[in-house]
């Protein structure tokens, strides 16, 4: 080798060594910044409890400082979920393709990303300039420094964007690039063309346009969004900053701010050991029986959604501590997570699940009323499981060795107690007017401290800046596609398209028992292909006006349309939290797949049923 080319190469490592070290401080920069907003957050929402229902005097200031904060959340969150490649995206094609084509789309993937948010970068300035004249009412300051944080978010995730396009091969980098700058170049020359079409531009940019993106691996929140914006310059008259400013209305929504304090509660629990004392009482309680451990996956997963309010967080904290004692007994590992999948369809309506308080801030319908609903139809879902495992297990040989003393469950039972009554504690501060939806996650994280610190004494401290960073990546990444799909929404309402689709079913014969089937087999559909919540984000105000029109009870619509979307998520080839799940179970999706049909089967009854029944969806809040 040549003096020069060992020269060079040391060069190439120097920069690469270089970059290495600018990206980790980008990161590790945005990530501290985004918790200690989290942080702050917490305890002003916190503040404002005690401050209103302790010592009766509000802090009125306190939403339009949330509301500042929130964004810059979001916006910083979605910028480190962009880093480390956590936005919400459907792989199932591109992972049939070989590594090559693998490679490429990923770049192309994140070439669009680029494209679209440079292209987004001016208007975002120019929507900081029209928010720059407003006044706050309560804290009286410009709003420019809550606006401001919509072109820093942009300019953040460009910086992420560039930075993981980096670590890519440069021929797949330069290929991608070129071949982005060729399709927008082909887009904008074909202007003209596009403002004839009026509607027909519907179908262009949404319903094939998202589909192409969405299946070739671009994040979901990105393909929204760019159809969105490719939609408006291209084929409207209307100034691209009405995007941003949708995106800002869609991502700071104050109800929306329940995710991220629910999320770090979710990780707080298993930090504390919350989780793995109610798991053992329920083993100690049920684990003796025949498939006792199943029934254990059920009733737990219930309880956990109820604390968390996320799935994934709510399977990783079961898993780990199940999955072992069930192989010791013989179970399968394949069985087990097609079990774990279908239980996280059956608890998507869990009190306090993160996509009910979607649907109440894209809709206007109660939090809290959702919640209430959301119990019993879950309640006859595990149930319906539960006798389904009766069925599959009755003539099992019964587990080996003795059941649990009773003075052993007893013991176990008055460990689990503070864990067990915090769904309890969490509802009841609601019910009972102490907090509202957006508020109680904090008294829950509080609930979560005291027991953690003084009752278990199980916490660590060097875990909970990481968590909060991580909270804020995951929270950015449901904020940004929120905002994206709100948008998205919007342009479709404002072309008419809304009306068009409200006549075409009014039009279909059969009435509301035609217009709920079509509901549960679009939601369903949408919820396989898009994830959840993008889907309701989207297709809600779309589909709540015509049931009402229609109508059919809110509330009940919710409930049937959010379990119909979770059959969806959790139904392969498609359905992404099939994947998710068996990432975090250890099991091979094509043997899980075989199980899981039997449960999905079961789960697609009971969700006919609760459709033909409103009362299980509204009977507890009549």
């Given amino acids: 080798m040549s003096g020069k080319t060992i020269e060079k190469r040391a060069d190439e490592d120097r920069k690469t060594g270089i970059l290495t070290?600018?990206?980790?401080?980008?990161?590790?920069?945005?990530?501290?910044?985004?918790?200690?907003?989290?942080?702050?957050?917490?305890?002003?929402?916190?503040?404002?409890?005690?401050?209103?229902?302790?010592?009766?005097?509000?802090?009125?200031?306190?939403?339009?400082?949330?509301?500042?904060?929130?964004?810059?959340?979001?916006?910083?969150?979605?910028?480190?979920?962009?880093?480390?490649?956590?936005?919400?995206?459907?792989?199932?094609?591109?992972?049939?393709?070989?590594?090559?084509?693998?490679?490429?789309?990923?770049?192309?993937?994140?070439?669009?990303?680029?494209?679209?948010?440079?292209?987004?970068?001016?208007?975002?300035?120019?929507?900081?300039?029209?928010?720059?004249?407003?006044?706050?009412?309560?804290?009286?300051?410009?709003?420019?420094?809550?606006?401001?944080?919509?072109?820093?978010?942009?300019?953040?995730?460009?910086?992420?964007?560039?930075?993981?396009?980096?670590?890519?091969?440069?021929?797949?980098?330069?290929?991608?690039?070129?071949?982005v700058v060729i399709a927008a170049s082909v887009l904008a020359f074909l202007q003209p063309f596009f403002l004839d079409l009026d509607q027909a531009n519907l179908a262009i940019f949404f319903l094939v346009g998202v589909p192409l993106m969405v299946f070739s691996g671009i994040p979901i929140a990105f393909a929204f969004s760019t159809a969105t914006f490719a939609y408006l310059t291209l084929g409207t008259y209307v100034p691209p900053s009405i995007l941003v400013a949708r995106l800002d209305a869609g991502m700071s929504q104050l109800l929306l701010l329940a995710?991220?304090?629910?999320?770090?509660?979710?990780?707080?629990?298993?930090?504390?050991?919350?989780?793995?004392?109610?798991?053992?009482?329920?083993?100690?309680?049920?684990?003796?029986?025949?498939?006792?451990?199943?029934?254990?996956?059920?009733?737990?997963?219930?309880?956990?959604?109820?604390?968390?309010?996320?799935?994934?967080?709510?399977?990783?904290?079961?898993?780990?501590?199940?999955?072992?004692?069930?192989?010791?007994l013989g179970n399968d590992r394949d069985a087990m997570t097609a079990l774990l999948a279908a239980t996280g369809a059956q608890t998507e309506t869990v009190p306090p699940s993160l996509i009910l308080i979607a649907v109440g801030s894209v809709t206007g319908l109660s939090i809290a009323g959702l919640f209430t609903a959301g119990l019993l139809p879950s309640a006859l879902l595990g149930v319906m499981l539960c006798i389904f495992v009766w069925f599959r297990t009755r003539k099992a040989p019964k587990a080996k060795g003795p059941a649990v003393k009773r003075s052993l469950m007893w013991k176990s039972f008055v460990v689990a107690l503070p864990a067990l009554a915090l769904p309890f504690v969490i509802r009841s501060a609601v019910v009972e007017g102490v907090a509202t939806a957006t508020e109680v996650s904090t008294v829950g994280i509080v609930y979560a401290l005291i027991v953690g610190l003084l009752l278990y004494r199980q916490f660590e401290w060097k875990r909970l800046i990481p968590m909060l960073a991580a909270t804020a990546s995951l929270s950015g990444a449901i904020l940004f596609v929120t905002g994206a799909a709100t948008a998205m929404a919007w342009a479709i309402t404002q072309s008419g398209f809304s009306q068009t689709l409200a006549d075409a079913i009014a039009a279909v014969p059969?009435?509301?028992?035609?217009?709920?089937?079509?509901?549960?087999?679009?939601?369903?559909?949408?919820?396989?292909?898009?994830?959840?919540?993008?889907?309701?984000?989207?297709?809600?105000?779309?589909?709540?006006?015509?049931?009402?029109?229609?109508?059919i009870n809110d509330i009940y619509y919710a409930i049937v349309a959010i379990l119909a979307m979770s059959l969806g998520l959790f139904t392969p080839p498609f359905g992404v939290g099939f994947y998710i799940t068996c990432a975090i179970g250890g099991a091979d999706p094509n043997r899980a797949m075989r199980h899981l049909w039997p449960y999905l089967a079961i789960l697609t009854v009971g969700v006919v049923i609760i459709a033909l029944v409103p009362w299980l969806s509204i009977g507890l809040i009549q």
């Fill in 21 to 179: 070290v600018v990206d980790e401080f980008f990161v590790a920069a945005i990530s501290a910044v985004a918790a200690l907003l989290l942080a702050i957050e917490i305890v002003v929402l916190f503040l404002g409890i005690v401050a209103r229902y302790v010592f009766h005097h509000p802090l009125v200031w306190t939403d339009e400082f949330d509301s500042i904060l929130f964004l810059w959340l979001g916006m910083l969150g979605a910028a480190i979920a962009l880093r480390r490649w956590e936005h919400m995206r459907m792989s199932t094609f591109v992972s049939m393709l070989p590594a090559s084509w693998q490679s490429y789309l990923s770049g192309f993937a994140l070439a669009v990303v680029i494209a679209f948010l440079l292209l987004l970068l001016p208007p975002s300035f120019e929507h900081v300039q029209t928010e720059a004249g407003v006044i706050s009412p309560s804290l009286e300051i410009s709003m420019f420094w809550r606006a401001v944080a919509m072109p820093v978010g942009i300019g953040l995730m460009i910086v992420s964007a560039l930075l993981r396009l980096r670590t890519m091969p440069r021929m797949v980098a330069v290929v991608s690039l070129v071949a």
């Fill in 259 to 328: 995710i991220p304090t629910f999320v770090f509660l979710g990780l707080l629990i298993e930090m504390t050991g919350m989780a793995e004392r109610m798991i053992i009482f329920l083993s100690n309680l049920l684990g003796h029986v025949r498939g006792g451990l199943q029934y254990v996956l059920i009733a737990a997963m219930y309880l956990v959604s109820g604390i968390s309010g996320s799935k994934a967080a709510d399977m990783a904290a079961i898993a780990p501590a199940l999955f072992p004692e069930m192989e010791k």
């Fill in 510 to 551: 059969g009435g509301v028992p035609t217009f709920m089937a079509l509901s549960i087999l679009l939601f369903a559909i949408l919820g396989s292909v898009l994830e959840g919540l993008p889907a309701i984000v989207l297709f809600g105000p779309l589909m709540f006006p015509i049931a009402q029109g229609l109508g």
